[in-house]
Protein backbone atom coordinates (compact mmCIF):
# COMPACT_ATOMS: atom_id res chain seq x y z
CA UNK A 1 0.00 0.00 0.00
CA UNK A 2 1.08 3.23 -1.30
CA UNK A 3 1.23 5.96 1.57
CA UNK A 4 2.32 9.82 1.59
CA UNK A 5 1.69 11.44 4.71
CA UNK A 6 2.36 15.30 5.17
CA UNK A 7 2.97 17.23 8.40
CA UNK A 8 4.05 20.24 9.87
CA UNK A 9 1.04 22.31 8.88
CA UNK A 10 -0.54 25.36 11.09
CA UNK A 11 -1.36 28.78 11.43
CA UNK A 12 1.52 31.38 10.96
CA UNK A 13 2.00 35.19 10.72
CA UNK A 14 2.65 36.70 7.25
CA UNK A 15 6.45 36.84 7.38
CA UNK A 16 7.14 33.91 8.87
CA UNK A 17 8.36 30.43 7.89
CA UNK A 18 7.02 26.84 8.26
CA UNK A 19 8.16 23.68 6.76
CA UNK A 20 5.70 20.93 5.89
CA UNK A 21 7.03 17.14 4.80
CA UNK A 22 5.84 14.52 3.30
CA UNK A 23 6.80 10.73 4.52
CA UNK A 24 6.31 8.01 1.90
CA UNK A 25 6.13 4.77 2.18
CA UNK A 26 5.04 1.55 -0.31
CA UNK A 27 7.33 2.76 -3.23
CA UNK A 28 10.74 3.12 -4.64
CA UNK A 29 11.36 6.46 -3.76
CA UNK A 30 14.30 7.03 -5.25
CA UNK A 31 12.37 6.31 -8.66
CA UNK A 32 9.98 9.16 -7.72
CA UNK A 33 10.32 12.27 -8.99
CA UNK A 34 8.17 14.56 -5.79
CA UNK A 35 5.76 17.73 -5.88
CA UNK A 36 4.03 19.55 -3.99
CA UNK A 37 0.77 21.82 -4.82
CA UNK A 38 -2.01 23.53 -3.42
CA UNK A 39 -5.63 24.37 -3.28
CA UNK A 40 -6.92 27.36 -1.78
CA UNK A 41 -10.87 27.35 -0.84
CA UNK A 42 -12.96 27.77 -4.15
CA UNK A 43 -10.02 27.79 -5.90
CA UNK A 44 -8.43 24.82 -8.10
CA UNK A 45 -5.29 22.95 -7.00
CA UNK A 46 -2.27 24.28 -8.60
CA UNK A 47 1.40 23.70 -8.58
CA UNK A 48 3.73 24.79 -6.25
CA UNK A 49 7.24 23.43 -6.88
CA UNK A 50 8.96 19.90 -8.03
CA UNK A 51 11.94 17.83 -7.59
CA UNK A 52 13.59 15.41 -9.50
CA UNK A 53 14.18 11.77 -8.57
CA UNK A 54 17.92 12.78 -7.64
CA UNK A 55 17.03 15.88 -6.07
CA UNK A 56 19.46 17.68 -8.78
CA UNK A 57 16.39 19.65 -10.43
CA UNK A 58 13.91 21.72 -8.90
CA UNK A 59 11.19 23.53 -10.78
CA UNK A 60 8.71 26.45 -8.91
CA UNK A 61 5.74 28.18 -9.27
CA UNK A 62 6.33 31.94 -10.26
CA UNK A 63 4.27 32.62 -7.18
CA UNK A 64 6.61 30.81 -4.90
CA UNK A 65 10.18 30.82 -6.94
CA UNK A 66 12.68 32.92 -3.75
CA UNK A 67 10.36 32.14 -1.27
CA UNK A 68 9.95 28.34 -0.90
CA UNK A 69 12.33 25.45 -1.55
CA UNK A 70 11.67 22.03 -1.97
CA UNK A 71 13.94 19.13 -1.31
CA UNK A 72 13.98 15.89 -0.29
CA UNK A 73 16.35 12.72 1.60
CA UNK A 74 15.89 9.70 -0.33
CA UNK A 75 17.41 7.33 2.66
CA UNK A 76 14.45 8.95 4.78
CA UNK A 77 12.22 8.50 1.94
CA UNK A 78 10.68 12.11 2.77
CA UNK A 79 10.30 15.64 0.64
CA UNK A 80 9.94 19.06 2.33
CA UNK A 81 8.99 22.03 1.75
CA UNK A 82 10.64 25.05 3.50
CA UNK A 83 8.10 27.77 3.32
CA UNK A 84 9.52 31.57 3.76
CA UNK A 85 8.41 35.04 3.53
CA UNK A 86 4.71 33.59 4.31
CA UNK A 87 1.84 35.61 2.29
CA UNK A 88 -1.94 35.39 3.27
CA UNK A 89 -2.30 34.42 -0.62
CA UNK A 90 -0.13 31.35 0.40
CA UNK A 91 -2.89 29.81 2.63
CA UNK A 92 -4.74 26.57 1.30
CA UNK A 93 -4.09 22.72 1.82
CA UNK A 94 -0.87 21.72 1.21
CA UNK A 95 -0.69 18.40 -1.05
CA UNK A 96 2.31 16.29 -1.79
CA UNK A 97 2.69 14.10 -4.76
CA UNK A 98 4.39 11.14 -6.21
CA UNK A 99 5.39 10.46 -9.83
CA UNK A 100 7.10 7.88 -11.54
CA UNK A 101 10.17 8.24 -13.68
CA UNK A 102 11.92 5.65 -15.62
CA UNK A 103 14.49 7.84 -16.54
CA UNK A 104 16.05 11.37 -15.00
CA UNK A 105 14.32 13.81 -16.42
CA UNK A 106 12.72 17.45 -15.35
CA UNK A 107 9.93 17.05 -12.94
CA UNK A 108 6.55 17.61 -13.69
CA UNK A 109 4.53 20.72 -13.28
CA UNK A 110 0.88 18.96 -14.31
CA UNK A 111 -1.20 17.27 -11.54
CA UNK A 112 -2.28 14.74 -13.92
CA UNK A 113 1.08 13.50 -13.98
CA UNK A 114 1.47 12.17 -11.25
CA UNK A 115 0.74 8.98 -10.10
CA UNK A 116 -0.09 9.33 -5.91
CA UNK A 117 -1.44 11.72 -3.14
CA UNK A 118 -0.82 12.41 0.27
CA UNK A 119 -4.36 13.90 1.86
CA UNK A 120 -2.55 17.20 2.39
CA UNK A 121 -1.97 19.63 5.05
CA UNK A 122 -3.53 22.81 6.50
CA UNK A 123 -1.51 26.33 6.19
CA UNK A 124 -3.12 29.32 7.58
CA UNK A 125 -1.30 32.90 6.98
CA UNK A 126 -2.76 35.69 8.70
CA UNK A 127 -2.08 39.71 7.94
Known amino acids: QVLLVESGGGSVQAGDSLRVSCAVS????????MGWFRQAPGKEREFVAA????????VYADSVKGRFTISRDNAKNTVYLQMNSLKPEDTAVYYCAADYQRYLVAPNRGLNEYDYWGQGTQVTVSS
Open 51 to 58: ISRSGRTT
Open 26 to 33: GLTFSTYA
